[in-house]
């Protein structure tokens, strides 16, 4: 049944995934309390109740469900129908990224490298990065590439930097596949490539990186590419 809940809400049939779920709710099932708690916070087949949310969501959460648990840290992060907290938002965080849910980790590694809600950690937060990146977060691959780079929390490595930006850049991530074109230009981890470089910045200019476009158009202002 739970399958056919998700494959209904998938093909936007809200009323027959909000009846599933329901049913599947009153049964205490924590990925339908979950997802019902999701189709309340945005409103799908229903009117937005972000209080019921947060019910919905700290019941799975209490039957150890990733996702709740991770939508409530979103929730005390933001101030939506609980008090702005990031202190507890990073608590729920880390929990879910324990359970292995991927977008929890990032946001993990992402509070310790810039120390929101918890104490600075560049080391930890290079290890939550890895954890997320290994369940292909095109971003947690961008943002350890940086620490490695820099050797901030981890020993400076230009070729595990040039690695985990590539591996972004091949996601078509923006950010990467500048930082890539960095690499190449400065010929950090890799023999530098001029042509190389240029391309990855098309690439990310393309993609929408605003610093990349910006060097692509004053390149092409004086003359020297053509686009």
């Known amino acids: 049944m739970l399958q056919t809940a998700f494959d209904a809400f998938n093909a936007h049939d809200y009323p027959k995934a909000l009846e599933l779920f329901e049913h599947l709710a009153l049964q205490n099932h924590p990925a339908a309390l979950s997802s019902l708690g999701y189709m309340h916070q945005k409103g799908l087949g229903l009117e937005s109740s972000l209080e019921k949310a947060f ?11 990733p996702a709740a648990i991770y939508n409530l840290a979103l929730m005390y992060a933001d101030g939506a129908a609980v008090p702005h907290d990031q202190f507890k938002a990073f608590e729920l965080l880390l929990r879910a990224a324990v359970l292995e849910f991927p977008q929890a980790q990032f946001e993990t590694a992402l509070s310790l490298e810039r120390g929101i809600g918890c104490v600075q950690n560049f080391s930890e937060a290079a290890f939550w990065y890895e954890e997320a990146a290994k369940r292909g977060n095109p971003n947690a691959f961008n943002n350890l590439g940086v620490l ?5 929390g981890v020993p400076k490595d230009y070729a595990r930097a040039f690695l985990c930006f590539s591996r972004a850049a091949a996601m078509e991530l923006a950010e990467a596949q500048y930082n890539l074109g960095l ?18 910045c ?19 202002e004086e003359g020297k590419i053509v686009f």
């Open 55 to 65: 019910t919905l969501y700290s019941q799975a959460a209490e039957l150890g469900e």
């Open 183 to 200: 690499m190449f230009d400065q010929g950090f981890g890799c023999d530098a490539d001029h042509d190389m470089a240029l391309e990855w």
């Open 202 to 220: 098309r690439k990310a200019a393309y993609n929408g990186h605003e610093k990349a476009k910006s060097i692509i158009r004053s390149l092409q």
């Open 148 to 152: 490695y780079k820099e050797g901030h």
